[in-house]
């Protein structure tokens, strides 16, 4: 399953309009205005194609599609319509076509769209912005039909991108109206290929050409030449023209004389000469399925009652009857857009009522086929709200609560008039679900309490409950609200309210329970009460099973693995991962968040774990789901995931971006604890890789030691002292005051054993920093046995992380508590030392000893000249001493994405993945 067709899926997309329309082989071919465009539009780099409905826009640019790949291009496409106007849709749509540019460009990106869910989708499109205008390969961009927006945001987008553009970039977009774009620095530059209405129309060889190769019919060149002459060449106007006329009409010449193409009585003569002149069953078969927006035999079967869909869309495509494949299987076809709204109109005005009964019967197919987005939508289409309503209740708690996809509950919700919100407890419960893991928890509270004054007042909304409809309506609103307040860190308010709900609530209420024990947990972990929220995580997964709910299930093992991480248990923290995966299931597009939430924990046991090269492969895994919001734990944790494998493989710049673009998101979101937690993450990545002037002017330009002007609740202050303190200390150690540093250490680690403190892994962490701190100041061997008492505590687990962040200095002292190797037979906990030793000294110094390191060193010795070219070598060089993109580009006089493209080129020649390994082949290769 290809990346689109996976993410198609899971955000209920229809999949056609992510491709190029398939071209037909009876299609004129326009090679010389093709190859004309191409050649311009390779310099300017804008391409526009701006005409009247039915100019061949579509099929000119597909064929642009078509040979832009066969250049080597990388392209996307995307075709809008009037849905699409809203951000929120826009910004799946955009996401969707364009996941396969870039490395892992999809993963980051779609954890960055749906962090933004409810909310702030001008700042997921800067963030897509930023990857668009940094392409490193030469790329295409194909936007169809842009005529449809008008939103402000969406206007904003397009305009910085194209004024940010690179040559790298080149964009197409098709419109029937003149653009809303700001296109005029473009034009006086020369940097845009502007193709109109007389561009498109035929010429008349074009037209005798077109009749006789597409609709196999031969007329005179005076008759081509008049037909040209009297539709000026609007292709549709042909097209009409040459259905009407048929295969073997005698009088074709008459009939053109006669012909009046683009008047304003077309609607009129389409009507009578094309559609009358149809078969009656061919006729009825287009206006029965003139409401749907794409269709199959099987469709078409089920709205029209009969079953020879198969040949009527065989017929409807071997006549070219404005029908369009939107697959080389022609499965799926549709309308032409000009076609489709001639058929609805008329189907209208003679009989609106069958044509809303065609939109409940496609409705009925589409739920029935899994296609719930189409579904709703044709419900609304016909107006008939209660059904949509219906649906919405039916199947939005599963595709909200099982596959994540909040972003489609909540677009529902916003074309559903707002009058049918009530209609039932369940309907507003699936909303205010959806709106508590998009960031919008006052209105999931707003929604719950409207739950329980229709329960306490069945009249208001016109309810008729049971008891037990009633129980359970109310019992998961309270759950409901007891996780949109911890959704806004108020922790301690949370708990209090899941005490009340766990000491009332029946035991039969068993997801209500699931969710709240869940819940505790999660409020017990941010207060970093790591053993509590393990215990809680433990009933929340018992009564998760006994509902019946994944979702709570792999919800309380990621709380459990998160808290056994805190608390230096691996194993235990695996055996969570493990069942959450187990639980979720094997990955498809409708269970992707609960396998990434489980994909989550396996991934950050393997950071602790220093296990860099099974990251890696899992990362591939963990962004494509729907919905990465709600708590800050989960985004959190991916995203400093990222940038910590990121840094290890030495690609800086990236794994800043990506903790910066958290950062900005987090603001967005009003995530403060987020925001001040991808800060500290930042400045102890830079003080570990960068060095401390880079941490430094980190921590000057985010003024991060003023912890006043951190927005968070008084329970937060103790962490975020805490976390001041150790950057503090990292910073005193890295400048050389040893002495201070190792004061500060010894204070916090006695006042953490002191108040029976649990946590294991920030131990570590500080007692592998004394052992440094002893080592520089002239205590090796108080030294020695502090770093050893780590090794003795962490080594079972394998827990390595904290004792190589500590620095690179920290191998001296491994060195020397290095046992000799023993047999594993006669002292298994010696190997066990031994073998985590060994990985440790092996990771710090970047794996040199592998094979697969030894090659590339050995490969260093080939003559780089003679591999790469004269600018690859300039740039190899400032690799060396550790130049960065941005400073390779001012030393060359370069742009960043033409640096980034020689480095990529760089990479694939030496045989290397990171910068790291690039600059010790080129100082070994004597580049200075």
């Keep these: 399953m290809s990346a689109i067709t996976r993410l198609a899926s899971q955000y209920r997309l229809i999949e056609s309009k992510l491709r190029p329309p398939f071209l037909r082989n009876a299609i004129l071919y326009r090679e010389q205005l093709t190859r004309s465009i191409m050649h311009e539009h390779s310099t300017s780099g804008v391409l526009t194609l701006v005409a009247s409905a039915g100019s061949g826009k579509t099929t000119l640019m597909a ?50 769209r749906d962090a933004g869910q409810s909310r702030n989708y001008e700042q997921f499109l800067d963030i897509l912005l930023t990857r668009l205008v940094n392409v490193q390969l030469e790329t295409a961009i194909f936007i169809d039909d842009f005529q449809f927006i008008t939103n ?39 940097m845009i290929t502007e193709v109109n209405q007389s561009d498109l129309n035929l010429s008349a060889s074009e037209v005798t050409r077109y009749l006789r190769e597409v609709h196999e019919t031969n007329v005179p060149e005076h008759a081509a030449a008049l037909l040209q002459s009297l539709t000026e060449g609007w292709i549709a106007g042909i097209q009409l023209a040459a259905l009407a006329i048929g295969r073997d009409r005698v009088d074709a010449v008459s009939y053109i004389e006669s012909f009046t193409g683009k008047d304003k009585i077309l609607t009129e003569y389409l009507l009578q000469t094309v559609l009358r002149e149809l078969p009656v069953p061919v006729r009825e078969f287009l206006l029965d399925t003139a409401p749907l927006t794409r269709f199959t035999a099987d469709l078409c079967n089920h709205v029209c009652k009969r079953s020879n869909g198969r040949e009527m869309l065989e017929y409807l495509n071997q006549s070219n009857l404005f029908i369009v494949p939107e697959d080389n299987v022609e499965h799926w076809y549709r309308y032409h857009h000009l ?20 939109c409940i019967s496609a409705a009925t197919w589409c739920e029935s086929e899994d296609l719930l987005n189409e579904a709703v939508q044709y419900c ?33 919700m916003r074309r559903l008039p707002e009058e049918y919100h009530t209609s039932s407890p369940q309907l507003l419960l699936v909303h205010a ?65 899941c005490e009340s709900i766990i000491e009332m609530a029946p035991p039969l209420q068993l997801l209500a329970l699931a969710t709240t024990y869940s819940v505790m947990a999660y409020a017990c972990l941010g207060l970093r009460e790591y053993q509590k929220s393990v215990n809680y995580a433990a009933e929340g997964y018992k009564y998760s099973i006994q ?65 860099f090269d099974v ?49 900005d998101l987090a603001l967005s979101t009003n995530q403060f604890r987020l925001h001040f937690a991808l800060l500290a993450e930042e400045i102890e990545l830079q003080l570990r890789f960068d060095g401390i002037d880079s941490a430094k002017e980190t921590i000057r330009r985010v003024n991060f030691y003023s912890s006043d002007h951190i927005n968070l609740p008084i329970e937060f202050k103790p962490w975020i002292e805490e976390t001041i303190a150790v950057i503090e200390i990292r910073v005193l150690m890295a400048g050389g005051k040893v002495d201070e540093a190792l004061e500060r250490i010894s204070n916090i680690i006695k006042s953490t054993i002191q108040t029976g403190d649990t946590r294991v892994r920030f131990l570590h962490k500080m007692r592998s920093l004394r052992a440094l701190g002893l080592w520089r100041n002239g205590s090796a061997r108080e030294g020695v046995r502090e770093l050893a008492r780590v090794v003795d505590a ?62 590339v060193l050995e490969n260093s010795n080939i003559d780089v000249t003679k591999l790469l070219t004269g600018r690859e070598l300039d740039i190899l060089k400032l690799i060396v001493p550790g130049l960065d993109n941005n400073q390779i580009a001012g030393e060359l006089q370069l742009s960043v994405a033409t640096v980034k493209w020689h480095i990529h080129n760089i990479f694939q020649k030496i045989g290397v993945r990171s910068r790291t390994a690039a600059a010790a082949y080129g100082h070994n290769a004597n580049l200075r």
């Excluded at 955009?94 to 540019?101: F, G, N, W």
Aim: with cysteine.
């Design 433 to 497: 679900w959806s709106s508590t893991f998009s960031r919008d928890p006052k209105l999931a509270v707003t929604l719950c309490r409207k739950v329980f004054a229709g329960i306490h007042d069945p009249d208001l909304y016109g309810w008729t409950l049971n008891k037990d409809q009633s129980d359970d309506a109310f019992w998961l609103a309270k759950s409901i609200e007891a996780i949109a307040t911890v959704v806004s860190d108020e922790l301690s308010k949370s708990i209090i309210l």
């Design 152 to 190: 402000p945001t969406i206007i904003k987008f397009w305009n910085k991108l194209l004024q940010y553009s690179t040559p790298l970039l080149r964009i197409v977009i098709g419109s029937r109206n003149q653009l809303s774009l700001d296109l005029g620095r473009k034009k006086i530059s020369g």
């Design 794 to 855: 962490a080594a079972p687990e394998d827990h390595a992380y904290e004792i190589v962040m500590a620095g690179s200095e920290i191998l001296a002292i491994l060195k020397e508590i290095q046992p000799k190797r023993k047999n594993p037979l006669v002292d298994k906990d010696l190997s066990v030392k031994y073998d985590f030793i060994e990985r440790i000294i092996s990771s710090i110094n970047g794996d040199l000893d592998t094979p697969k390191r030894k090659m």
């Design 380 to 412: 609304l289409l016909a107006r008939d709200f209660n059904k949509a309503a219906g649906l919405i209740t039916k199947r939005g708690p599963n595709l909200a609560q099982l596959s994540g996809d909040h972003s489609t509950v909540l677009d529902w």
């Design 63 to 112: 064929q642009i599609f078509e040979e832009s790949e066969k250049a080597g291009e990388q392209c996307f496409w995307l075709s809008l319509d009037s849905d699409d106007n809203e951000p929120a849709i826009f910004a799946k749509y955009i996401l969707a076509s364009s996941c396969d540019i870039g490395q892992n460009f999809q993963e980051s990106e779609s954890a960055f």
């Design 339 to 358: 076609f489709s709204d001639f058929l609805r109109s008329e189907l209208r005005k003679s009989n609106l009522e069958k044509y809303d009964m065609i």
């Design 615 to 663: 990251l890696q492969h899992r990362l591939k895994f963990t962004h494509t789901f729907t919905s990465l919001y709600g708590p800050a734990e989960p985004l959190l944790t991916s995203i400093r995931g990222d940038a910590r494998h990121l840094f290890w493989v030495g690609e800086f710049d990236s794994a800043r971006k990506i903790l910066r673009n958290g950062q």
């Design 547 to 611: 509902a019946g709910s994944k979702f709570a299930a792999v919800w309380a093992d990621f709380i459990s693995g998160l808290a056994n991480i805190e608390l230096g248990r691996l194993h235990s923290a695996l055996e969570d991962a493990d069942r959450a995966s187990a639980t979720a299931g094997i990955e498809h597009a409708h269970n992707a968040y609960l396998r990434a939430m489980a994909d989550f924990i396996h991934n950050e046991v393997n950071v602790q774990k220093c296990n």
